[in-house]
């Protein structure tokens, strides 16, 4: 069993910065791609950014240059730094990542339970 937990979220003034977290523990042997998506009230959820084990990333246009995603694959972490933090990035922010747990086995794609990130003065 896998289990993931988000840390690092809260309040934060237009234009701030937050850096979130996310660890992985458990039966993992690796962890492939690890993602963090948002979901604000009354919407979707929305992938904001994604990480390949070699470090390779993607982002929603809506969050480009302002957020960055990396992990320390040592400490099994993901990390979200965002900058120039909106009102409209309001939302829980959820990690999930693709965990191999034993050597040649499937992926299980593991979630956490959220952080709430809120931006308001």
């Known amino acids: 069993q896998v289990q993931l937990v988000e840390s690092g979220g809260g309040l934060v003034q237009p234009g701030g910065s937050l850096r979130l977290s996310c660890v992985a523990s458990?039966?993992?042997?690796?962890?492939?791609?690890m993602r963090w998506s948002r979901q604000a009230p009354g919407k979707q959820r929305e992938l904001v950014a994604a990480i390949t084990s070699g470090h390779s990333t993607n982002y929603a246009d809506s969050v480009k240059d302002r957020f960055t995603i990396s992990r320390d694959n040592a400490k099994n972490t993901v990390y979200l730094q965002m900058n120039s933090l909106k009102p409209e990035d309001t939302a829980v922010y959820s990690c999930n990542a693709d965990v191999q747990v034993v050597p040649g086995g499937g992926l299980f794609n593991s979630w956490g339970q959220g952080t709430q990130v809120t931006v308001s003065s």
């Open positions: 458990g039966s993992i042997f690796s962890i492939y791609a």
